[in-house]
């Protein structure tokens, strides 16, 4: 397995994790903030389901070695780079460090995925687009 399958995995559990928590959150009614600052979470959250569908389409273009998949990868990485460092705020605010050990892991690995992307883009091409004779 090449880390151009495990980038784009990363960034489709990502896309994905990103999607359901904030859905379950407004289903069950725990994004209280719809009622309390709704311009500001509406924003916030055009943000994180954009965010999230930027790091599916890139990370499975990546998997599968789409001509677009290296460079939406890397662009929703440095989208999802934003959301890791703003989201542990909210949690460490309520207390809940747990959480903010989590994005910091998810942090490190982001930035991690990045310094390899940036230092070789091939490393992240599952194949080659060169036809065979």
Request: proline share 2%; aromatic share 12%.
């Amino acid at each position: 397995m090449k880390l151009g399958d495990v980038a784009g995995l990363y960034a489709v559990v990502m896309g994905v994790a990103i999607a359901s928590m904030w859905t379950v959150l407004i289903g069950t009614g725990q994004a209280e903030e719809i009622e309390t600052e709704p311009i500001r979470i509406s924003f916030h959250l055009a943000g994180e389901f954009i965010t999230a569908a930027a790091l599916i389409a890139g990370g499975l273009g990546l998997i599968f070695n789409a001509k677009w998949g290296f460079t939406l990868y890397f662009v929703s990485m440095g989208m999802l780079s934003y959301t890791v460092v703003v989201s542990p705020g909210y949690y460490g605010q309520e207390g809940e460090y747990a959480f903010v050990v989590m994005f910091a892991v998810f942090m490190a690995i982001t930035a991690l995925l990045i310094a390899c992307a940036l230092k070789d883009e091939s490393l992240f091409r599952t194949h080659s687009r060169e036809k065979k004779p």
